[in-house]
């Protein structure tokens, strides 16, 4: 039997995933609200790629280069589904009509950086090569 079936029709995994970032952001009830995020398809990572290239200065003309703070704003905005950054109450809220901008402004650091592994962890990005051979080997 061909495994072309497999590929034909893969898992989807579409699913969101409520995960805590941080204890500062407290519901009515005292517990820390979560953050709702969805993972990425490769066609939504490369139009994010695309949005975050800059051109080089001093480089050859017109020799582009991934802006690596752009695209993971972009990325945190792209795949979290609550809060949404895009929100203009939330974007008034931090002072800035740019919803890129919201994250850094509303996060701390180490809170960005979580938020930022669970979507690359959600979207795919967590898997080695190695053990998916091993898992298929078994």
């Given amino acids: 039997m061909s495994s072309l079936k497999a590929f034909l029709h893969p898992v989807q995994s579409t699913d969101g995933l409520e995960i805590i970032i941080s204890k500062r952001f407290l519901g009515e009830d005292g517990k820390p609200v979560p953050f709702r995020i969805r993972p990425l398809t490769q066609e939504e990572n490369s139009q994010i790629s695309k949005r975050s290239m800059r051109l080089v200065s001093g480089g ?14 972009r990325i ?7 809060p949404d950054f895009r929100s203009e109450e939330l974007c008034r809220a931090y002072g800035t009509m740019d ?16 938020l930022m592994d669970a979507i690359m962890e959600r979207s ?15």
């Fill in 60 to 73: 050859k003309r017109g020799e582009k280069e991934l802006d690596s703070i752009a695209y993971a704003s």
């Fill in 76 to 82: 945190v905005v792209e795949a979290t589904v609550e």
């Fill in 99 to 114: 919803p890129m901008e919201v994250p850094g402004k509303m996060l701390l650091a180490g809170e960005n950086k979580r």
């Fill in 124 to 138: 795919g990005f967590d898997v080695v090569a190695g053990s998916l051979e091993d898992e298929a080997k078994n």
